[in-house]
T-cell receptor, first 115, second 115 residues
Framework: DAMVIQNPRYQVTQFGKPVTLSCSQT?????MYWYQQKSSQAPKLLFH???????NEADTPDNFQSRRPNTSFCFLDIRSPGLGDAAMYLC??????????????FGPGTRLTVT | GQSLEQPSEVTAVEGAIVQINCTYQ??????LSWYQQHDGGAPTFLSY????GLEETGRFSSFLSRSDSYGYLLLQELQMKDSASYFC????????????????FGKGTKLSVIP
């Protein structure tokens, strides 16, 4: 089945220690998104890629970076995690140009704990 | 900017009907989506309204009134498995006239279905 895969599902890192979360998709969608979701809150868009074009949200901290080496993969790098960065990180995809750009497909998320 | 309001919690009885409301304020509204998220799971797409009126998909229906900046999700014949959080999400329009592929999510409504 076509899907969005995130690894790892659970990640524990130390305060200030860089961490990378990964996302892959078999849907061949041209847009990939990274969201941060804290408990009982809305998913908050951090940035997205439209093909190779990177789009950063204005309020995304500089501590967060992303890479998309090809259509299938996207990475979220947190350079110096703080305690406030503990959250669920969701990767999503959508297909722009197919008439259903409003439908986003989410991965299962990576729950990040910062100690 | 954008803001979305939806109730934080709703409780309903198995087999009943429940309506989850969403009001929004946005500078360039294009459409309203609904997503379901079970505890610890990924959001999954339920429905999308770009035009006024009711869209029905099985037990779920979604309604939009653009003039009132209001929509709702209607769940019929409630089942225990419908216990989840439900998010409305606004899709804005772009200067080109097309819809943006980015979504802004509300804070979610936690639905508890009781026997």
């Amino acid at each position: 089945d076509a899907m969005v895969i995130q690894n790892p599902r659970y990640q524990v890192t130390q305060f200030g220690k860089p961490v990378t979360l990964s996302c892959s998709q078999t849907l061949n969608h041209n847009v990939m998104y990274w969201y941060q979701q804290k408990s009982s809150q809305a998913p908050k868009l951090l940035f997205h890629y439209y093909d190779k074009d990177f789009n950063n949200e204005a309020d995304t901290p500089d501590n967060f970076q992303s890479r998309r080496p090809n259509t299938s993969f996207c990475f979220l790098d947190i350079r110096s995690p703080g305690l406030g960065d503990a959250a669920m990180y969701l990767c999503a995809t959508s297909r722009v140009g197919g008439g259903r750009a409003y439908e986003q497909y989410f991965g299962p998320g990576t729950r990040l704990t910062v100690t | 900017g954008q803001s979305l309001e939806q109730p934080s919690e709703v409780t309903a009885v198995e087999g009943a009907i429940v309506q989850i409301n969403c009001t929004y304020q946005t500078s360039g509204f294009y459409g309203l989506s609904w997503y379901q998220q079970h505890d610890g799971g990924a959001p999954t797409f339920l429905s999308y309204n770009a035009l006024d009126g009711l869209e029905e998909t099985g037990r779920f229906s979604s309604f939009l009134s653009r003039s009132d900046s209001y929509g709702y999700l209607l769940l019929q014949e409630l089942q225990m498995k419908d216990s989840a959080s439900y998010f409305c999400a606004v899709r804005e329009g772009r200067s080109s006239g097309a819809g943006s592929y980015q979504l802004t999510f509300g804070k979610g409504t936690k639905l508890s279905v009781i026997p």
